[in-house]
């Protein structure tokens, strides 16, 4: 699937690695289907792009990286609406701000 982002430019993303919210994210509603991007210039950098809106990108890490005993709790009854039967199935990663 083609994605045009302003700040990548045109680019193809594996329909199957597509991350879809059915919320949206909190202020991003509308914002549904995002794919989780690497930088090129800075490898614990990632980017988690908007399909359907060129100009939203947001930048995330895995808190990992930096606290690499870094642990999260989720109940079971929350990993059923992601769709995961385990949490080793998750990628967690936090997002950057100034």
Known sequence: MWINTTRFGRIDVDSADLLNFQSGLPGLEQCREWA?????????????????RDDIAIAVVS????????????????????????????????????
């Open 36 to 52: 989780l991007l690497a930088d090129a210039e800075n490898d614990a950098l990632g980017w988690l792009q908007s399909t359907t």
């Open 63 to 98: 808190p990992r990286r930096f606290v690499p005993q870094y642990q999260v709790r989720i109940p079971r009854s929350e990993l059923t609406p992601l769709r995961l039967h385990d949490i080793k199935q998750a990628q967690l990663v936090v997002v950057v701000s100034k």
